[in-house]
């Protein structure tokens, strides 16, 4: 029996939670980056004027 090693075509190296795609880290900070902006803006919106009754069930 051949023994497995990284040159074999049906080797998979075993799973290493900590092995990251390196990409991971930059688009998780540009992510939060957003989200961040996101509340700013929507700080900035004005209440409505009027308050809106909502919708109302039992009128089905």
């Not at 075509?9 to 390196?22: M, Q």
């Not at 880290?25 to 992510?31: C, F, G, V």
């Not at 989200?35 to 009027?50: D, G, I």
Request: hydrophobic share 25%; charged share 25%.
């Amino acid at each position: 029996m051949a023994s497995e090693t990284p040159g074999d075509s049906s080797y998979e190296a075993p799973f290493d939670p900590l092995k990251f795609p390196s990409d991971l880290p930059d688009l998780q900070k540009e992510l939060h980056q957003t989200y961040s902006e996101l509340h700013r803006f929507v700080k900035t919106l004005p209440w409505p004027l009027e308050s809106h009754s909502g919708i109302n069930d039992t009128d089905r």
